[in-house]
């Protein structure tokens, strides 16, 4: 590493939110590349998920986390599981809200789980470009009263607006210490995990009103040939007859096109000619299979 080491920060950023306060959003924002999937479907973000990004002298450790909702199935208590560990031993938790969505029943949760916890406290109101003035002011200063927030940034990951000087200020707030990554490390998923999610990114994308929220991506296997190129074998995973049926479309065409643009995504990101094989698989109950949890990074959760 070429940065001074006696003058290093670093430090770990929960960011923490309702579903679709553009978590995601702005941690690929801050980390200047796509560590994680987004979509405008809800609940997107399934498990931890870390990025990692440079201000200067600091390391920025950014713990995306699932939404945080009130869960009602296995796979949702697993989830927001998956987001309080997150927080586990942050620096500073940073609670993201939608700036024009507001308040409501969905942040209850999250207010009264934040009321008992130690950490820093900062209040990020996102999507900033798009909401009125009087609301955000009107939503900051309701939740500042119930939770006396350390900092409020009002910031657009999705035009940037703001982010600078959020950056700054997390890297300004980090403690002084080693990185904790390679400098030119962006996050600690694996390839064949990203390759899961850039897939099952894909699927909201193109289905987002038709597929229902539970289908699952399972990367069987991950190669690399003599020539450089990477060989992905992935399974879709539905819950019934009817949802296979939509994820292949006539002829197989939607198929062939989430499996064009997945693949297209994956030679970017991994700089290298990829050869994607998907398949779609009904699986009525994965949502209570093992070795799914594993596969896709959540505990099992009784």
Excluded at 281 to 295: C, F, L, Q, S, T
């Amino acid at each position: 590493m070429d940065k001074d080491i006696e003058n290093q920060r670093c430090g770990v950023i929960a960011i923490v939110g309702a579903p679709n306060a553009g978590k995601s959003t702005l941690v690929n924002a801050l980390v200047g590349q796509k560590v994680a999937i987004t979509s405008p479907k809800a609940q997107t973000t399934r498990t931890r998920v870390m990025g990692v990004a440079i201000e200067g002298d600091a390391q920025l450790v950014l713990v995306d986390t699932p939404g945080v909702f009130a869960p009602k199935r296995r796979l949702d208590r697993a989830m927001v599981q998956a987001a309080w560990g997150g927080a586990q031993g942050a620096d500073l938790i940073a609670m993201v809200i939608d700036g024009k969505a507001g308040l409501g029943p969905k942040l209850e949760p999250i207010v009264e789980a934040l009321k008992h916890r130690s950490e820093r406290k900062w209040l990020i109101i996102n999507k900033v470009d798009i909401a009125t003035k009087e609301r955000l002011l009107a939503h900051t200063q309701k939740l500042n009263d119930q939770l006396g927030f350390d900092e409020i940034y009002f910031v657009s990951a999705a035009t940037g607006d703001g982010l600078p000087e959020l950056k700054t200020a997390f890297a300004n707030a980090m403690p002084e210490g080693p990185w904790h990554f390679p400098e030119d490390q962006v996050s600690d998923a694996t390839d064949r995990m990203m390759a899961a999610e850039i897939t099952r990114e894909q699927l909201y994308h193109q289905l987002h009103a038709e597929l229902p929220y539970a289908a699952a991506v399972d990367t069987e296997q991950y190669k690399e040939r003599d020539d450089g190129s990477v060989e992905i074998h992935q399974q879709i995973l539905v819950g019934r007859p009817t949802q296979r049926a939509i994820v292949l479309g006539k002829g197989g065409q939607r198929l062939k096109e989430i499996g064009s643009k997945a693949r297209a995504e994956l030679a970017i990101l991994l700089g290298v000619k990829v050869h994607l094989y998907l398949h779609v698989k009904v699986k009525e109950d994965w949502e209570n299979d093992r070795g799914i949890y594993r596969d896709i990074g959540l505990d099992w959760v009784e």
